[in-house]
């Protein structure tokens, strides 16, 4: 692209858990989720190779964060967004003196992100250091929420087969756990925005100069009703160009964000892919199938210059296999669809270092 620069710094391919990049056009510039976690125990590294990856990430991200004028969180789990206690970074210089743009720590959001997103809200008034957290506290405004899934049309008319009454056993246990959720938006006590350079993103756009940004409403971290919770995507525009990043949709796993991705239609694409490391623990057949389907889908309708597909989908090192059916399709289509290791460095060192 000519009006947007996406700058790629890292991901899961790269041997640490992260899906950090930075956008930059002439008006502006936007450093999204600036964080980096170890790769998981099962991931066939060494523990001393992680660690100096590790570290090599969140190097890589500090530089990163230098000269921007933006930042965005689309979430509150750790590979997303660091906090002052994490070994190796500098959190002043990565957060002072930026715009942050964050996902709303009051609504559409589990409990353990709630206590998170307070967490990192306290750190970055600490870099303030007149009030506290508690000085920006108040009673929540009542809402009537209502069952997401009635917005969805396309995940109803899933090709069930025999999963399907299992499916409605499930739907049914999780429908009752989000309206227990949305006892705890109603009920507990709300963080109002406490700086005037911080920002609740949830369904928000702004401009600067002729660049757009706008930030969706609230997302099912993978599948519906997912239990981790929520998070944002991000859309960025200048003239005819637009750039997406999606964090932890998880394929897209539901439908109807596939859907939304191909209306888009973005010159430039960075999604998660399916955690297929999970598969026959967190992730079952049935889900992984939609996943490819709704990535399969993307890539044949969508008319992308590039995709980058990485994150939960390359924390192990077979994940071409069990999702091979996404490739083949790229190939067909001629589309560019590539890991953070294959766009940055032409090829996949990881596996390199596995096998060493």
């Known amino acids: 692209m000519e009006e947007i620069d996406v700058l790629p710094i890292w991901a899961d391919s790269m041997g640490a858990k992260s899906m950090c990049v930075k956008v930059e056009t002439s008006d502006t510039s936007l450093l999204i989720d600036p964080s980096a976690a170890v790769m998981q125990k099962s991931f066939p590294l060494k523990t001393e190779k992680k660690y100096s990856l590790l570290d090599e990430a969140r190097g890589e991200i500090e530089k990163a964060s230098k000269d921007v004028e933006h930042i965005f969180v689309s979430h509150y789990h750790y590979d997303h967004h660091f906090l002052p206690d994490t070994q190796g ?42 009030k506290g957290l508690d000085d920006f506290k108040q009673e929540p405004e009542k809402v009537d929420y209502r069952d997401p899934l009635n917005e969805m049309e396309l995940l109803h008319e899933i090709e069930e087969e025999g999963y399907a009454e299992r499916r409605r056993e499930l739907h049914e246990k999780w429908r009752e756990q989000f309206f227990r959720r949305t006892d705890m938006w109603n009920e507990e006590e709300h963080v109002k925005e406490p700086l005037s350079n911080l920002h609740f ?12 940004i706008r930030f969706t409403d609230p997302l099912f971290h993978g599948i519906e009703y997912s239990k981790t919770g929520w998070v944002l995507a991000v859309v960025i525009e200048k003239g005819d160009e637009k750039f997406i990043y999606t964090s932890d949709i998880q394929g897209p796993t539901i439908e109807d964000y596939g859907a939304w991705l191909i209306d888009e239609d973005p010159d430039f694409l960075i999604m998660d892919g399916p955690a297929t490391y999970l598969l026959g623990y967190m992730l ?73």
């Open 201 to 212: 993103a949830d369904g928000r756009t702004f401009e600067e100069g002729n660049t757009k």
């Open 284 to 356: 079952n057949q049935f889900n992984l199938d939609r996943s490819i389907k709704n990535a399969e889908r993307i890539i044949e309708k969508c008319d992308f210059e590039t995709l980058l597909y990485d994150h939960h989908l390359t924390r192990e090192n077979g994940f071409r296999e069990k999702t091979e059916d996404i490739w083949d399709v790229a190939e067909r289509e001629r589309k560019e669809v590539l890991t953070y290791s294959e766009f940055l460095e032409g090829e996949d060192p990881l596996a390199e270092r596995i096998e060493e």
């Open 89 to 130: 970074i500098d959190f002043e210089k990565i957060f002072s003196g930026k715009e942050i743009w964050m996902k709303d720590p009051n609504r559409w959001i589990n409990r353990s992100q709630w206590r998170r997103s307070r967490k990192f809200l306290s750190s970055l008034l600490e870099l303030d250091g007149d």
